[in-house]
């Protein structure tokens, strides 16, 4: 079975940067090449929202907001996905989460790791 582990949370001012990281452990390399990756946040009182989508033939989607400023990328030798986040805003403030979605292999989540931005 697929664990996801997340890693690169913490705190940062409006401007900064952090790299999210997931890892797939428990998994070999050719059920990781299976999975579409994401990253989802949710801030207090809100919603969960898809912020990065990254499919296994390389197309991307970011959420509006993002644009611009976050990149989701996948390293299969690694068997992580990443989300780097530059030019952080207040708003980014939320626990992020990572999805790994397969037709084979399912839908598997990280277990969140927390973002703040502030000043």
């Known amino acids: 079975q697929v664990r996801l582990v997340e890693s690169g949370g913490g705190l940062v001012q409006p401007g900064g940067s952090l790299r999210l990281s997931c890892a797939a452990t428990r998994s070999i390399l050719s059920v990781f090449r299976t999975f579409n990756f994401a990253w989802f946040r949710q801030a207090p009182g809100k919603q969960r929202e898809l912020v990065a989508a990254l499919s296994t033939s390389g197309n991307t989607n970011y959420v509006d907001s993002v644009k611009g400023r976050f990149t989701i990328s996948r390293d299969n030798s690694r068997k992580t996905q990443y989300l780097q986040m530059n030019n952080l805003r207040p708003e980014d403030t939320a626990v992020y989460y990572c999805?790994?979605?397969?037709?084979?292999?399912?839908?598997?989540w990280g277990q969140g790791t927390q973002v703040t931005v502030f000043s």
């Open positions: 999805n790994a979605n397969s037709t084979i292999y399912g839908d598997h």
